[in-house]
């Protein structure tokens, strides 16, 4: 599939130029457009205390420097932006302009997980930063769960970005399934794929047949993969990060989420030590 449109929401944290500048990596390695948004709250909203500060004298004095540093907030990130738009080369513009990579940046006011549900809906693929300490946040959750659209999730720092090696993780899931379908044509044009599967989760059948039915489906698409049984720690996320590792892949292909709803990454388990110590993107 050809990526169209990326949607890149800025969540918490300082490291805002690290963040842009892996996601920029992102549309560049596309040739994408890239929409990438910012979300401040209204402090009117926020901070409703005109009945308690002595006549609202206080209040309007509070409220007018809010604003003035949400304004320069955004004047910040927006410098940081066309900086790294300059410096990779890529066309700032509303619009996508074809055969060129564009990014436009955004500000919005409201909740941010709000608007990031909302927004994530008109892109062919969302891109958001791992939070931090690994712990699910409404940001990402909306970004990667609700966007109802492919995503690919990055490291908060990541200076690079390549399709050549790329690890996938078999559980036989409905989700799982749906992430290799959508990465065949990442999986088509890479140098090397491997799968790896893991006893507790190989589908309804065993951990070999699985494998080899995997073999025969991407074998349709002219993959030639290579396969591999895991065995799983007792932290989740620890052996699929560690193969990943070790094997030198630039991109994971796994299910985002399981039966619970929760996002999990499988081998195994819930997400949280896999997205605080990664430094590969996965593809969900």
Request: positive net charge.
């Amino acid at each position: 599939m050809q990526y169209k449109k990326i949607f890149f929401p800025i969540g918490a944290g300082d490291d805002v130029k690290e963040r842009i500048y892996g996601a920029l990596l992102v549309a560049k390695h596309f040739n994408s457009h890239i929409e990438i948004l910012a979300c401040q709250l209204d402090p009117s909203v926020v901070y409703n205390m005109k009945m308690t500060l002595r006549g609202g004298v206080l209040y309007e004095e509070f409220l007018k420097a809010a604003k003035a540093d949400l304004g320069l907030e955004h004047e910040q990130n927006e410098t940081i932006f066309n900086k790294l738009c300059a410096e990779f080369g890529v066309q700032v513009s509303d619009e996508p302009i074809e055969g060129k990579t564009t990014a436009k940046f955004i500000t919005k006011s409201g909740k941010r997980s709000v608007l990031v549900e909302q927004e994530s809906k008109f892109c062919d693929m969302v891109v958001a930063a791992v939070p931090l300490d690994g712990k699910i946040t409404g940001t990402f959750q909306a970004a990667v769960l609700k966007s109802g659209k492919t995503a690919i999730a990055i490291p908060r720092r990541m200076t690079s970005f390549k399709t050549e090696n790329i690890l996938v993780s078999w559980n036989g899931s409905t989700q799982n399934s749906r992430a290799v379908s959508s990465s065949i044509e990442l999986l088509k044009n890479a140098k090397k794929v491997h799968c790896i599967t893991c006893m507790p989760h190989s589908g309804d059948g065993n951990a070999e047949e699985n494998l080899k039915k995997l073999e025969g489906y991407l074998k349709l698409h002219g993959i030639h993969a290579t396969y591999e049984i895991v065995n799983t720690t007792s932290v989740p996320g620890e052996a699929l990060l560690k193969s990943a590792k070790e094997g030198g892949f630039d991109l994971i292909v796994a299910g985002r989420y399981g039966e619970n709803g929760f996002l999990e990454i499988f081998l195994s388990g819930t997400s949280r030590y896999f997205l605080k110590n990664t430094t590969i993107p996965v593809f969900m």
